[in-house]
């Protein structure tokens, strides 16, 4: 299972020199669209090369009761997403800046996730890479994250990228059903590392074969949304329900689906579950499904499956 690095090619001092106030603006006008769904076309087989059952876990650091994750805020499931309530807890997503290798100002969502060097951020393939087999050419470039970002508001700073992480399967086949994920580490700051200076990151929950997790929430930074209007990526968003199997008749589709109406902008952003102490990352916005016209069709918002190809992300991104 290969799992391909791309280095930034600018450091951090010149990364935050070119995200301009004025190139904010213009990446907020222009969302990451999620991919459209792609057809079954009958595949009976997994994409995964040996070891196939490769598997990754870890326990959040930081949360208490008092975090206030949204994914707390809803007993009953709420397809249509509401802006996430004030709350330390929160923090731990934040908006993606980044230019596309035509060098187009973009953003995606991303989350603090539980790492050996305490700066790694975990997002949707194609919010690093195009996923059509370009190589080099196809990568995102000159990420800038900012945890907890509303309205304009930066909390706790920017952080620029400095190693992208994505796996083979996403970058040369755009695999969206076990391989749209993507891990960034960060430079570090003067002030500490970001989940020092944030103060949570979400733990993580990466198996085969399991769609089903009661209680989830999935958050992020819309631009868009289904049949919505009123979503301009300034504000970080969730929605709370349960998670299920998108495609259960097929045994060898195990993508994670939850009814939701964010949109581009969104991608990326992280599926939650797990107790108010110990929250954990199970999926990741990735895509929706439209019509030939590529109009969406309904709120359904999916995961790839985070087995292991996820599991061999974040292996990868530790041992950086």
Request: glycine share 10%; charged share 20%; aromatic share 8%.
């Given at each position: 299972?290969?799992?391909?690095?791309?280095?930034?090619?600018?450091?951090?001092?010149?990364?935050?020199?070119?995200?301009?106030?004025?190139?904010?603006?213009?990446?907020?006008?222009?969302?990451?669209?999620?991919?459209?769904?792609?057809?079954?076309?009958?595949?009976?087989?997994?994409?995964?090369?040996?070891?196939?059952?490769?598997?990754?876990?870890?326990?959040?650091?930081?949360?208490?009761?008092?975090?206030?994750?949204?994914?707390?805020?809803?007993a009953?499931?709420?397809?249509?997403?509401?802006?996430?309530?004030?709350?330390?807890?929160?923090?731990?997503?934040?908006?993606?800046?980044f230019?596309?290798?035509?060098?187009?100002?973009?953003?995606?969502?991303?989350?603090?996730?539980?790492?050996?060097?305490?700066?790694?951020?975990?997002?949707?393939g194609?919010?690093?890479?195009?996923?059509?087999?370009?190589?080099?050419?196809?990568?995102?470039?000159?990420?800038?994250?900012?945890?907890?970002?509303?309205?304009?508001?930066?909390?706790?700073?920017?952080?620029?990228?400095?190693?992208?992480?994505?796996?083979?399967?996403?970058?040369?086949d755009?695999?969206?059903?076990?391989?749209?994920?993507?891990?960034?580490?960060l430079?570090?700051?003067l002030?500490?590392?970001?989940?020092?200076?944030?103060?949570?990151?979400?733990g993580y929950?990466?198996?085969?074969?399991r769609?089903?997790?009661?209680?989830?929430?999935?958050?992020?930074?819309?631009?868009?949304?289904?049949?919505?209007?009123?979503?301009?990526?300034?504000?970080?968003?969730?929605?709370?329900?349960?998670?299920?199997?998108?495609f259960?008749?097929?045994?060898?589709?195990?993508?994670i689906?939850?009814?939701?109406?964010?949109?581009?902008?969104?991608?990326?952003?992280?599926?939650?579950?797990?107790?108010?102490n110990?929250?954990?990352?199970?999926?990741?916005?990735?895509?929706?499904?439209?019509?030939?016209?590529?109009?969406?069709?309904?709120?359904?918002?999916?995961?790839?499956?985070?087995?292991?190809?996820?599991?061999?992300?974040?292996?990868?991104?530790?041992?950086?």
């Amino acid at each position: 299972m290969v799992v391909d690095v791309h280095q930034s090619e600018l450091t951090d001092e010149q990364i935050r020199a070119i995200w301009t106030p004025e190139r904010m603006k213009e990446a907020l006008r222009n969302p990451e669209k999620a991919p459209a769904a792609r057809p079954d076309r009958g595949r009976t087989t997994k994409s995964v090369s040996p070891p196939h059952d490769l598997t990754a876990s870890a326990p959040a650091r930081g949360f208490a009761a008092s975090a206030n994750l949204s994914q707390r805020k809803a007993a009953a499931g709420m397809s249509v997403s509401q802006e996430a309530p004030a709350g330390p807890g929160n923090a731990i997503v934040g908006k993606l800046y980044f230019f596309t290798p035509e060098g187009e100002p973009n953003h995606c969502s991303a989350a603090s996730i539980v790492s050996a060097n305490k700066n790694t951020i975990w997002t949707a393939g194609h919010c690093v890479h195009r996923g059509d087999g370009s190589g080099d050419a196809g990568w995102n470039k000159h990420f800038l994250y900012v945890p907890g970002y509303s309205r304009g508001a930066e909390p706790h700073g920017e952080w620029t990228a400095a190693r992208l992480f994505a796996p083979s399967a996403w970058t040369q086949d755009g695999d969206a059903r076990e391989a749209d994920v993507a891990a960034i580490v960060l430079n570090p700051r003067l002030d500490g590392n970001l989940e020092d200076v944030v103060g949570f990151a979400l733990g993580y929950l990466f198996t085969e074969n399991r769609t089903d997790y009661a209680g989830a929430a999935v958050m992020g930074y819309p631009g868009e949304g289904y049949q919505r209007t009123d979503l301009d990526g300034e504000r970080l968003m969730y929605c709370a329900g349960d998670t299920t199997d998108a495609f259960p008749v097929n045994p060898f589709d195990d993508r994670i689906k939850i009814d939701c109406d964010m949109g581009g902008g969104a991608s990326g952003g992280p599926f939650v579950w797990g107790p108010q102490n110990d929250p954990r990352i199970v999926g990741a916005s990735s895509h929706v499904a439209v019509d030939d016209a590529h109009q969406r069709l309904t709120d359904d918002l999916f995961s790839s499956e985070h087995g292991s190809h996820a599991a061999a992300l974040i292996n990868t991104a530790n041992g950086a």
